[in-house]
Each structure stands twice: as C-alpha cells, then as structure tokens.
C-alpha cells in the first residue's frame, strides 16, 4: 500500500497544499471517531495507512485535535477526530479537574464529556461522506443511541435554522443545498476486537457480523435516528452493504519491539536446528526450546486454525467509497428513493467549507467570550448542552419531583403555625424525602431551593409567635406584631393559690410580671370566699399625680456607688425589733435598742441567759433617733421590684407580695395540721407547721407577767417561754403544696404530732426552689411560695423582714415596707412570696430541673427574717 501523507490542523504543509489547490479531483471525506485505548489516541491503525507502528508515534492525544491522511494516489482524504471519548484524553482531562479541586459532581464532569463529543460528531456529520465509528470492545456501546438521538435533535431544531442562512451567500451554498451538508454520512462500524470464539474462525465472525448489523439496524430505527427519509436523519445506513467489520488480526497493535527479536532469533537459528527435532544441542539447553523463535512457545493447535488471508477492513471501506464516487449514496426507502443529497466537491471547495464550519461548530463554542449575532445561532450555542446532557436533564427531573414532593410535605394545610424547632424538624424531614428522589449535580442547588421555599412558606403564614413568657414558654399563637404582651398566649396552665391559701384556680402562663404577681391573685380573691374579708398589710405603690408618668431610667451600677457612702440596708431596720440570726441559736439573748446590743453578751452569764430574749417594757420609742423619711415619687415608677440597690424614693405600680391574717391562732391543730378545707392541695403528710419555742427573758414584767404563765425563775428577770409555729411552703405547677422541715427535706408526718422543730427552717436559708415529691413522669419544680406563721397568746408581736436572693445576683429582693410589720398576737398569718422576681434586669426565669443538691444555687429565703418585740399599749 502506498503511503499516506498526513498533517494536522490548521497547520497544512505547503506541498500537500499547493496540491489541494492545483488538483481538480473530488475526494471522498472519510472521517474516523470513536474510542481508543492508547496513549498515542491514533484509531486508524485498523486501516493500516499510518507508515508506522501505533506505538512509535510520538503525539499525545489531544482533545479537539484533527489530523488529515492524504494519499494522492487514492481518492480518499481521511480525517482523524481526537475526542474526550479516547482514554488517555479522558484521563488527562480528569486529571486537571483533580487537580483543581473542581470534581464536585462526576455527573458534570461526564456530561462535560459527552457534550464535547457530540459536538464534534456533529461536525462531522456535516463535513463527511463516510464516519467510521471505532469500537475498542467486542459490543456496541448503546450509550450511543441517546447521543444519535440528542444529535438529531439539535440538528432539526436549531442546525437547519441557522446554517442554510450562513452557506446561502458563500460558495459552500452552491453544494451543500438546502440541508447544509455534503449528504446524509453513511455510518461503518469498526470493533478493534472480536470474541475470542470466532477469532479464527471467519465464517462464524462474518455470521456474528450480520447479527450485529441487524441489531444495530433495528435500534437505531426504533429510537428514529434513522429514517425512510435519510435527509432527515442524522446519518444513513446501507440497505444492502456491509457496515459492520470485526477486526480478528492482532498484528494491528504489534510490538515492534517482539517483532525484531523474533526476526533476530529466526536469522541466527541453524536451519539444521529447524527440521531435527531429536536435534543433540536439545540436551545442551537450560530448558526445552531455550533460543528458539517466539513461534515455538505458541500453541500448535492455534498454529494450524490460522487463516491463509487476513480479513482487512479497508476492502470494506472501498466498496462504499467507489459506490459513493459513482452514484453517491441513496438510503432512502420506499418513496423517498432518488430524493436524496449527495455532493462531491473540489479538494478546494470542501477545506474552504471545512474552515467555515469548524469555526461555526468548534472554535465559536469554544469561546467564552463569543456573542453571536444571529438570534437561531444564539439560541444553538445556549441549548446544546441542555439538549445533548439527557442524563443531566433526567436528574434534573428526579430533583424537580423530589422537590416538588418535599414542598407539598412541608406545606400542610393541617398544620397551621409552628415554631423554630418543628419547623426546623418539619424541613429535615422534607429534605429526606426529597433526597430519596434527588440525583445528580442538581441535588445540593436543589437542597437549597427547598430549605429557602421551607422558610418563605414559614414566615409567610405559619410563623409561630413563640415570645417567651415569664416561666420561659413560647406563644403558641400565629406570630403577630409587638403590642401589650398580654397579648401572648403559651397555651400552658398552671394550678396556683390564692392569698389566704384556702382557694385554688389555673392560671394562665404570665407575660408580665403584673399578671405573675398581681393580677391572678386579685381575680382569685374575688373567686375565693375569705380573701377580700381577711386583715391584710397594705403595701406602698406608686400613685401618680399627673397623667403622663413613666418608668424610671435604672442604671444598674448606680445603686452600687449610691449605698457605698450610706448604711447597709441591715442596719435601717426597726430600732423596736433586732432579728434572729443563725448565729444566735435556739435561744437568743437580744436588745430591742440597737444592732450594736447584739454583740454585748456577757461571756460570764449562764447558757440559759445566753438562749433568752430580753424584752424591756415600758421603753419609749420616741426617744430614739428617726431619719428623715424621703417621700416617694408621684412622676416615676420602679419598673422592677423593690431590691436593696433600688433607688430611693421610686415605688413598684403594683404590690408583688401578700401578707393576710386568715384567722385565730386557734384555726391549726397541730394535732391534724392544715385540713383541706382550710389550706387545699397539701400533700399527705406535709401538712404540718413545726413549732418554735422561743424563750423571753422580761426585765420588767410587771405590766404582763401576771397574765402570762412564767415557765422559771432568773436572778436577772422572769423567763417565758413562747411556741411559736411557722412553716415554709412550696408549690409546683401541679397545685401540689407540701412544708419543708429542713433546707433539703420535705416534712413527712403521720398520725402523730410532728417533733420537728421550727429552728432548721428558721436559721438557715431556705431554698426558693426544690424538687416535688408528687409522682410524675416529669420532675415537677417546687417553689416556695408561702410562709406561715402562728403567733403566741402573749403580749408580743412577731416581726416579718424576709430577705430573698435569687442566683448569684448582688442584690436582695425585700417586701419594700419603711418598717418591718408587726404580726398581731395569738394569729395566723400567711406570707405570700412573688411567683416571678424581677431586677431591673428584667424577669428572671425559675429553673427547668432542680436537684436537692442544686437547689440553692437558684435562690433562697435569707435566714433571720424573724424577729419579736413588746406589743405597744396606749398610755
């Protein structure tokens, strides 16, 4: 065979050029593609033109790369298309996405490669009479159909709109037609291997042959990318030629450096060696058929099956060639038959065309910055991808699905409103719901989409409002603009109790720390039977004197430097009552003049002495020095509750605390406790007060001595000994109350009378909240609410200044009296505490869990809120 001349484009030789130009033969354009599996990409080895081995060439493959073979003596002109569908172009192109990190979907890189192929398939069915279709397998590759489909598309929808438009007015109109191409490009399918059960055997390969030609026929006729109309097909196939070829010769990708050792062998081996098979050098080789040719180590059985003539494929491609070069090619069927077109032009003509055409389809969609004029051509180089990227395009549709799904899921018309935290669970579960339908690099655009639709529809609508109350619930209603924050609902009900303990009601969850403190209580007052009836301490408010008051302006480091140059709030209680401390013990020895008495103990007195509180009758409270009391503001309000860093002078617009007298003294047994229609909701042993003798030692006695039973005699007065009951009360948000004997245990009495004493309750600090002993599945917190207190029939008055801090804040929260209040003699009272604290921080929280070990970490009741003093008679 003569050699094939070749060169690459656009670099053209100027021989092989000035030949091209002076030369007035018509070439047939055969153009190869397909696959390849060598790093050199050359698929024209089964052609046997290339004027050397395959594997000595030195050019990598390149993508995009055309190569032209000439052979001037053939009427042929071969093109070679180096695409992304050979390996090693493949691999170096994966390679550099590797490298920059960019593989974030392998969908985009395989539709990147699919696109690129087609575009230049497509290009060559507009430029060439004949396409070789290279396969390195020994199947047809069915991914094929969709690309032929995707192709045809592209052509009948766009192609035929713009490119007879751009050949009209150049030479290339003349010959290319109305269809904008030489003709409809016969198709040959060429499989570099064949099974390895017909490769010896040419009579099954050519019968495989037909087979494979039959199936391919009919699937490209299902998938109409061939028609009875070959002009509106993509390509043709032959009705009657063969178009399938199985190469079975292996010596197309032949070591050539085997070759030269086989022939190396073969020249030096002894022709005597040859034909003597019991040859005596045999005995002398390191193994059997050591040095002998490579023929020797072949099986013989594969020896005597070789064919005496190699089958070659370019039989078959000249058959179509010199069918082409004398009628042209008519695939057309039935009454379509002679309709067809078919041109041969010039060697000239065609490159000029073939310049024209790859600038169109190659080199324009190749550059980015390319605008195009044309409104069809525009709309080609924006759809191609779209159309040819059928894989990306169904993924596309599975994410627009799942979407579509996990919206529906997401927007329930059953749910109304919802909060953060459902919300955030409902769109989790949409994703999952759209994920199971989610394929592609769309998924995570998609993903997005979805998330951001989930929020619009949530905001736009079902927003929930969830402002936190005061107890740290969210409100249930839709969400709704800033306006009284009474407004806000939390849908949570707690029971509670009133003033005087006798009636029990649900509350709502409060807003506002007037609805917490105030506001329930005087609306259960009017529910209850003996709260509006019962003696109470009237605490200050604030009362305005002009319309237009507000809220002072607290700064919280003002307090601070206001009390460093005055006296502790500790030393600005009643100059007519001192309180007992845990310091003191069970029995206190105290003076009713000043805090400063406390201290002068004489260590030389007995123990009774020291357990004793002196009372002296008859002092005149007159004499003692008072301060100026400064009047409160009628223009300004305390907008938190009253604390001992509170500013002089502001009052709160609403009492927080409760002190009632429910009756006599006589009203509790401490033989039955507090019965329930008394004080309802007690748990069943819980319910007793513990008592607290209290021993007073009188310097004059004479005014009440008589009316009072003295317990023992002293050298420095008389001793009496007054039984005093008090109890410290919680409630949970159950209505559950119960009194606590100790800061860490909760009263469990029974039939008989209860032996605890009152001293661990009233020197030490309480906790203000504990865990409830009620039987739940959730741990209830308890908070102490109440303190009740029994007074003594003698003629004293038991004082109330109880002190409460909360966290670990610097200030105390007080009831906010000028003077502690004096309890009238042989009573019951009941002190109710705040349900919510508020600094001038704002509310503070109750906790979520307490333990008994914890529970003094939140709060407590300071001790030492008890005091006693002489009762006040008129003179």
């Known amino acids: 065979m003569t050699q094939y001349e070749s060169f690459v484009f656009p670099n053209i030789p100027p021989e092989i050029n000035e030949h091209l130009n002076q030369t007035n033969n018509r070439l047939v354009i055969v153009g190869v593609i397909g696959k390849s599996s060598f790093p050199d990409g050359n698929k024209m080895a089964g052609l046997r033109v290339l004027n050397t081995y395959p594997s000595l060439l030195k050019n990598e493959c390149q993508e995009g790369r055309i190569t032209f073979y000439l052979n001037k003596s053939e009427p042929i002109l071969f093109l070679h298309f180096e695409t ?65 489909k995707s192709l045809k598309t592209v052509r009948e929808k766009h192609v035929l709109r713009f490119l007879p438009k751009f050949v009209k007015n150049s030479p290339a109109g003349s010959f290319l037609g109305k269809d904008a191409r030489l003709c409809s490009p016969r198709f040959l399918f060429f499989f570099e291997k064949c099974p390895q059960e017909f490769e010896n055997n040419d009579e099954a390969l050519s019968k495989l042959e037909f087979e494979v030609e039959d199936n391919i026929y009919k699937m490209l006729r299902n998938e109409f990318i061939i028609t009875n109309n070959s002009s509106m097909s993509l390509f043709s196939i032959p009705g ?79 058959e179509h060639v010199q069918e082409a070069l004398q009628s042209g090619f008519d695939d057309s069927m039935s009454k379509f038959k002679g309709k067809s077109h078919f041109r041969i032009p010039k060697v000239k003509a065609w490159y000029e065309t073939f310049k024209l055409l790859h600038k169109i389809f190659i080199e324009n969609p190749d550059n980015p910055n390319f605008e195009a004029n044309d409104p069809d051509y525009k709309a080609y180089l924006e759809n191609f991808h779209k159309i040819m990227d059928i894989d990306e395009e169904f993924f596309a549709k599975c994410c627009e699905t799942g979407l579509k799904k996990a919206v529906s899921f997401y927007n329930n018309p059953v749910m109304t409103h919802y909060g953060t935290a459902f919300h955030k669970t409902l769109v989790d579960e949409a994703v999952k719901l759209y994920m199971k339908f989610a394929r592609g690099p769309q998924t995570s655009i998609n993903e997005k989409k979805l998330r951001e639709k989930c929020d619009q529809i949530w905001k736009n609508g079902k927003q929930q409002c969830e402002f936190l109350s005061l107890r740290g619930n969210a409100c249930v209603k839709p969400k709704h603009g800033l306006t009284d924050p009474t407004e806000h609902n939390s849908g949570a009900f707690f029971v509670s109790t009133c003033n005087c303990g006798r009636t029990q009601g649900r509350r709502e969850d409060p807003y506002t720390i007037r609805q917490a403190n105030y506001d329930f209580y005087q609306i259960l007052a009017n529910n209850c039977t003996s709260c509006n009836k019962l003696e109470k301490i009237h605490f200050p408010v604030f009362e305005p004197s002009i319309n237009d008051y507000r809220a002072a302006e607290v700064d919280t480091n003002f307090p601070k430097l206001f009390l460093a140059g005055t006296e502790c709030f500790e030393e600005g209680t009643s100059d007519n009552s001192l309180p007992l401390t845990a310091s003191q013990g069970s029995h206190t020895n105290l003076s009713l003049e000043s805090m400063d008495n406390l201290n002068k103990i004489n260590c030389d007195s007995s123990d009774d002495s020291l357990n004793e509180l002196v009372v002296k009758v008859g002092d005149s409270l007159g004499e003692n020095e008072r301060g100026i009391l400064r009047q409160p503001s009628t223009t300004e309000y305390l907008p938190g509750m009253v604390h001992t860093e509170s500013p002089k002078g502001l009052l709160p617009q609403f009492p927080s605390w409760s002190l009632v007298c429910v009756g006599p003294s006589s009203v509790y047994s401490h033989n039955t406790g507090l019965l329930e229609h008394f004080q309802s909701g007690f748990l069943s042993g819980a319910n007793f007060l513990l008592p607290w003798d209290v021993h007073v030692r009188l310097e004059h006695s004479a005014s009440w001595a008589a009316a009072y039973p003295k317990a023992r ?22 209505g559950h109350r119960f009194i606590m004997s100790s800061p860490d245990k909760v009263l469990r009495g029974g039939a008989g009378i209860i032996r605890d004493s009152g001293s661990k309750i009233v020197y030490n600090d309480m906790p203000l909240y504990f865990p409830c002993p009620c039987r739940t599945n959730q741990m209830m917190v308890a908070q102490l609410m109440r303190v009740h207190i029994v007074t003594p029939k003698a003629p004293v008055n038991v ?44 509310p503070i929280l109750p906790p979520t869990e307490v333990t008994s070990m914890t529970a003094s970490m939140f709060g407590c009741l300071l001790a030492g809120m008890y005091g006693v003093s002489e009762t006040e008679t008129e003179s």
């Not at 050792?261 to 390191?286: C, Q, T």
């Not at 005699?713 to 159950?734: A, D, H, M, N």
């Not at 007080?814 to 019951?828: D, E, F, H, R, V």
Request: hydrophobic letters at 35%; proline letters at 5%; one cysteine or more.
């Open 713 to 734: 005699g002293s050298k420095k007065g008389q001793v009496f000994t007054l039984k005093i009951f008090v109890g410290c009360e919680y409630e949970c948000p159950r």
């Open 799 to 842: 004082i109330l200044d109880p002190k409460v801090r909360v966290g670990n804040r610097s200030y105390i929260f007080t009831m906010g009296l000028p003077n502690p209040p004096k309890l009238s003699q042989s009573a019951y009272w009941v002190l109710r505490l705040p349900y919510i604290y508020q600094g001038d921080d704002g």
């Open 84 to 148: 992304t569908y050979d390996n090693y172009c493949m691999e170096k192109l994966l390679g550099d996405v590797v490298k920059r990190d960019d593989l974030n979907q392998f969908m985009s890189f395989n539709s990147f490669i699919r696109a690129q192929f087609a575009r230049v398939l497509l290009f060559a069915t507009q430029i060439c009479h004949i396409i070789i279709l290279v396969e390195t397998s020994t199947v047809f590759d069915v991914s094929y159909l969709s690309l032929f």
């Open 240 to 318: 009657n030629k063969r178009f399938v070829f199985f190469n079975n010769d292996k010596t197309i990708r032949e070591d050539p450096l085997l070759k030269f050792a086989e022939m190396l062998s073969n020249s030096m081996e002894k022709s005597s060696i040859k034909g003597d098979s019991g040859d005596e050098l045999d005995d002398l080789r390191p193994y059997k058929g050591f040095g002998k040719p490579l023929r020797y180590y072949k099986n013989s059985a594969d020896d005597t099956s070789i064919p005496t003539k190699k089958r070659n494929f370019f039989d078959l491609l000249k």
